[in-house]
């Protein structure tokens, strides 16, 4: 086999050359330590891997060579077309490479072998091969997300998950839609529950932990990062030299991997909340209560597949149903969504036998899903809210957490907001609450206008924080009203740290895809954070800073910034993007 892998390597294809070049040696490798003549053996190894040998060593790089050997020979296979031949070399592969010690639970190495037996498997359609290599792949790699995750910072777990986040979102949706099994639609599940939100959650993760448990040293440690990254992403660190922006950057990085590895070693694991399974969910339901996860499986760049993964009390397995393609959802008018039931006949209708004896529905949306309130939609002649009570979440695995509701001691209420409200009267207002804003900043005069198509008002939501106010009063529960220019974006981030039970805010939100933002792209809103220009543009950090500052929630003076008002240093302009609510 070695002198044929060599004899192909002057193949003209550069990648089957490469592939041979480096197979040969291995294979006689394996060869040549089979015979007993080591020397000539790890000498073709040590031509290809580093290894530091000692005298007790040798099964070890036997085992690797054959495990090595192995691996190439059915990539070698698979070239040629015989995939049950490549199946049984990396079945063998793995089993040589579990003989050793010492390389570690999560090793890339066994994760590639695993994936080219699940790959293998699924050319040859043998399925019950397959269904055993996704459940131990599935399980491998869920402890070796976790695994790195520990020590990682944000901007590396950001680019580790986009490495390896396609297993969980678009091949087992793929295959679960493909060959739908019982294996696969718990294997789903579980991957919906893992995907969703991972980044966020393990962000979020962070704080509750150190909050919960931390000593002074890491909350400490924590909030000198945190004052870091404030500052970074400030207006005012937008006039600092690159090299001052470079240096700063450079802290956080130190300060960030000095949080995670203190926190590792003091509080443990903190990604243990982040690996939930579809078992747990199900545990976590009562009686009338279902759980949706919903999945979106890339098919072809022009078939989209929308389905639901259901699971109730007493379900053996996640129940699947497949719902539509994108082209049929972005293709209803958009006034069309709340006006008419198009919307609901695609997502709801398909669910109604799994939906029988249900009242209580906690879901997770995915794709186009994340711009619809579908929860609002119109159902027979009603909405779907008046039929079930439905509870949008970032990932179902949140059941598995939930906390008895809290007694509501306190109710901060916005509502009747002024959108158009100038930096004078907002600035008054600041005053009047003692909020902090520009050093030296005086007002000028008050230019009230009304731009033509400028914010819709919503006057009734005055009225509503009003009669709720009236409705707390009656069972003695405090509140704050904050009202028209009142309702300022400063007035919500002096709630950090001193948040109310109960917080109510009537406002107009936005969602943009990347298109519909470029019409905003030069506003001061869209370009908050100072860290996008430190960046690569392809960067998932990046990526995932400009999705975050593409939605938010509008306040006081925010018809201003959209229309390129500019608002005075260290005084916000009335947008509340997801990406300021996220340092809250």
């Known amino acids: 086999i070695a002198e044929e892998m060599l004899s192909l390597s002057s193949s003209t294809d550069e990648v089957f050359n490469h592939l041979c070049q480096w197979t040969g040696p291995f294979m006689l490798a394996q060869g040549y330590i089979g015979k007993g003549d080591r020397d000539l053996g790890l000498a073709n190894i040590m031509t290809l891997k580093d290894m530091e040998l000692k005298g007790d060593d040798i099964g070890k790089t036997v085992a690797y060579s054959t495990s090595i050997g192995g691996m190439m020979s059915s990539i070698v296979k698979m070239l040629k077309g015989d995939y049950q031949g490549a199946m049984a070399q990396a079945q063998h ?64 777990r950001c680019d580790f998950w986009a490495k390896y986040g396609g297993w969980f979102n678009v091949q087992i949706p793929n295959a679960t839609l493909e060959i739908p099994s019982d294996t696969l639609l718990r294997e789903a599940y579980n991957s919906m529950l893992m995907g969703k939100g991972i980044l966020l959650n393990s962000e979020l993760e962070v704080p509750r932990l150190i909050d919960k448990k931390g000593n002074e040293e890491i909350k400490q440690l924590y909030k000198n990062f945190q004052q870091h990254k404030a500052l970074l992403a400030s207006q005012q660190a937008s006039k600092w030299s690159t090299h001052d922006k470079d240096s ?27 690996d939930v399974t ?32 259901v699971v109730r009390p007493g379900y053996e397995n996640p129940h699947l149903v497949r719902l539509f393609t994108e082209e049929q959802l972005t293709g209803i008018e958009q006034s069309q969504v709340y006006t008419t039931d198009k919307a609901s006949r695609l997502i709801w209708c398909p669910l109604k036998n799994e939906l029988r004896g249900i009242n209580t529905i906690y879901f997770s949306s995915v794709g186009q899903l994340h711009n619809i309130g579908i ?124 948040t109310p039970t109960l917080l109510h805010i009537a406002t107009h939100g936005y969602f943009w895809s990347k298109e519909e933002s470029r019409i905003y792209g030069d506003k001061s809103f869209m370009q908050q954070s ?8 392809n960067s998932q950090v990046a990526a995932e800073d400009r999705i975050m500052s593409r939605t938010g929630l509008l306040f006081a003076g925010a018809e201003q910034s959209m229309f390129g008002k500019e608002f005075p240093k260290n005084m916000d302009d009335g947008i509340l993007t997801s990406q300021e609510i996220s340092r809250l």
């Open 93 to 156: 592969a793995l089993k040589e490479y579990d003989r050793l010690e010492g390389f570690g639970e999560n090793n890339q190495m066994r994760l590639n072998i695993l994936n080219a037996i699940t790959t293998f498997a699924w050319q040859e359609g043998d399925r019950a091969t397959l269904m055993d290599a996704v459940v131990e792949q599935s399980l491998y790699l869920r402890n070796f997300v976790r695994a790195h995750f520990q020590t990682m910072t944000y901007q590396e």
């Open 248 to 274: 700063l950057q450079h802290v956080l990085y130190q300060e960030e991997k000095d949080v995670m590895f203190v926190l590792r070693e003091q509080l443990g694991d903190y990604t243990n909340r982040l």
């Open 278 to 309: 579809w078992e747990q969910v199900r545990g976590a339901l009562k009686d009338g209560e279902s759980a949706i996860e919903f999945m979106v499986s890339p098919l072809a760049e022009d078939s989209v597949v929308y389905s639901a993964l």
């Open 375 to 498: 929860e609002f939609l119109p159902m027979e002649e009603s909405l779907i809210s008046d039929i079930y009570k439905l509870y949008r979440l970032s990932s179902t695995r949140e059941i598995v957490f939930r906390q008895p509701s809290p007694d509501v001691s306190m109710a901060v209420l916005y509502g009747g907001i002024d959108y158009a409200a100038g930096v004078d009267a907002i600035y008054r207002n600041n005053l009047v609450q003692h909020i902090p804003t520009t050093n030296g900043y005086r007002p000028r005069s008050i230019h009230k206008r009304h731009a033509i198509n400028g914010i819709e008002l919503l006057p009734e939501t005055a009225k509503e924080v009003e009669q709720i106010t009236s409705l707390l009063a009656k069972s003695e529960i405090s509140t704050q009203s904050f009202l028209h220019q009142q309702a300022t974006e400063e007035s919500v981030k002096m709630l950090s740290g001193h």
């Open 530 to 537: 100072v860290l996008l220009t430190l960046m690569d543009e």
